[in-house]
């Protein structure tokens, strides 16, 4: 066994080539950090532990790849801003570590982008609203899912079983005989997307080639992958990011579209043709950029959802306890509206996304400070909510019966009242001193497949308990 472990320049190469990948770090950088790593190891070396120990040692004293790069991001600010553009060269005049793959990984990315407008493009010329709603992101995220495929190496059987669910959700939804006016259709529609964002979550998670030849694994793309919290919670930030860049994106066409469509118009040119060729690309294409522009950077400078999320969680809490006393002073809990306790789902969602980010922003060995009770504030606002918009559903169905759309809403709620209470039990303790925030963390991204599983009865089967109506 002794003759297959890694030689000292081995260990050595693997550890430049992932630090290289980090934007923050220049060539000029990496040989300066190999260089101390080097006299590092020397120096253990003299005192008598053997080359493998050594490099141990030293990369330990050395400091984490990402807060080596961190400080970097620091210490060169004025490089990285530089950096956020499309360019091949540091401020200093060096390549940018990684660039070659990020530039064959955005030709791929656009390749698969014209594909997605393609296919776009041939589902809205089917001129068939029912079609086109069952089938819109069948068109687009497999396509997403193929880049990560690709750029992940991802092993066949993985990518094999979910290419299998795919299909078999695709086939539902297409065979299914939904009635047009009913309420199942508009159930599967809205809950399909997040069932397949969170199949393409289990190719995101799962460990790059480069990082798993770094760390010394074996396989295409060895590691734990979505079974890693880890890696789950890389893609809940990747979601929120995805989310701002793809506003930011959307604004900036807007914008272009306008002025554009504002000059044909003035010269007296039809500008209507030209939208419909464009928009089928447009949307995929900036959907692709976006989820581009959030891999690329996502080393340079500190993720914007997560900072996002701390403006506006005071808000959010002032709107909670605004919805909570409109809840209790409009009347009986059974002539409360029908939309406005789904509408209370939707808040409660949102509730839950801030969270999510704020928790994936958060240094895990910091001590508790203000901003953990205001998120317990937060969740304890939200939980109230919860409890009455569940007692409204409740009654309603008491005096009522069930529906489709009532089924759906206090499924959701109740998946939400577990994700919320559970959250509130943990964060309590965090800020009270009694556990670590670790524990915290691993149980946002250990619920996500209960919302998949409930996103995939939704879709499979409420429609066959009511009759497709």
Same mark, same amino acid.
């Given at each position: ?303 914007? /959802?997560? =900072?996002?999320?701390?403006?506006? %969680?005071? $808000? ?5 306890? *605004?919805?909570? #006393? @409109? &809840? ?109 925030? /670790?524990? =915290?963390?691993?149980?946002?991204? %250990?619920? $996500? ?5 409930? *996103?995939?009865? #939704? @879709? &499979? ?9």
């Amino acid at each position: 066994m002794a003759e297959n472990l890694p030689t000292l320049e081995t260990s050595i190469a693997s550890w430049r080539d992932r630090l290289r990948r980090h934007s923050a770090i220049t060539a000029a950088d990496a040989a300066e950090l190999e260089d101390n790593l080097r006299e590092r190891i020397a120096d253990l070396t003299a005192v008598g532990l053997d080359e493998d120990e050594a490099f141990l040692v030293a990369v330990k004293r050395l400091g984490n790849i990402d807060e080596v790069s961190a400080e970097f991001a620091r210490e060169h600010s004025e490089r990285l801003w530089k950096q956020l553009a499309l360019t091949d060269g540091a401020a200093d005049g060096t390549e940018v570590a990684g660039t070659d793959t990020r530039r064959r990984g955005l030709l791929v990315l656009l390749g698969l982008a014209v594909a997605a407008g393609l296919s776009v493009r041939g589902l809205v010329t089917v001129n068939d609203a029912a079609v086109i709603l069952r089938n819109a992101f069948f068109v687009v995220l497999p396509f997403l899912a193929a880049y990560f495929a690709w750029a992940r190496r991802v092993p066949a059987r993985i990518s094999g079983v979910l290419v299998v669910l795919t299909a078999v959700l695709a086939l539902a939804v297409n065979l299914y005989p939904f009635s047009l006016e009913g309420q199942t259709i508009v159930l599967a529609v809205t809950h399909l997307p997040v069932l397949l964002w969170l199949l393409l979550g289990v190719l995101y998670a799962q460990r790059p080639a480069a990082d798993a030849a770094a760390a010394g694994l074996t396989g295409a793309s060895s590691g734990p992958g979505w079974l890693d919290p880890a890696r789950r919670m890389d893609f809940v930030r990747f979601t929120g990011e995805l989310l701002v860049y793809l506003v930011l994106i959307a604004i900036g066409g807007s914008i272009l579209l306008g002025i554009t469509a504002a000059t044909f118009g003035i010269v007296g040119v039809d500008f209507e043709p030209v939208i419909e060729w464009v928009m089928p690309f447009a949307l995929p294409g900036a959907f692709f950029v976006a989820a581009w522009l959030v891999e690329a950077k996502k080393d340079v400078v500190e993720n914007i /959802a997560p =900072v996002l999320t701390r403006v506006f %969680t005071s $808000l959010t809490i002032l709107m909670l306890l *605004a919805v909570l #006393v @409109v &809840l209790l002073t409009s009347g009986p809990l059974t002539e409360v509206d029908r939309a406005l306790l789904i509408l209370m789902d939707a808040i409660l969602v949102l509730v839950l996304a801030l969270v999510l980010y704020t928790i994936s922003a958060r240094d895990p060995l910091a001590a508790p400070d203000w901003f953990d009770r205001l998120q317990l504030v937060l969740v304890g606002a939200a939980l109230a909510v919860n409890t009455v918009a569940l007692v409204a559903m409740l009654t309603r169905i008491a005096d009522d019966g069930w529906t489709a759309n009532k089924t759906m809403a206090l499924g959701l709620n109740l998946v939400l009242l577990v994700h919320l209470v559970r959250t509130g039990w943990l964060q309590l303790g965090f800020v009270r001193g009694r556990r670590g925030f /670790a524990v =915290v963390e691993r149980w946002q991204t %250990t619920y $996500l497949p209960v919302y998949a599983a409930w *996103a995939a009865v #939704v @879709v &499979l089967v409420l429609p066959v308990v009511f009759s497709f109506e």
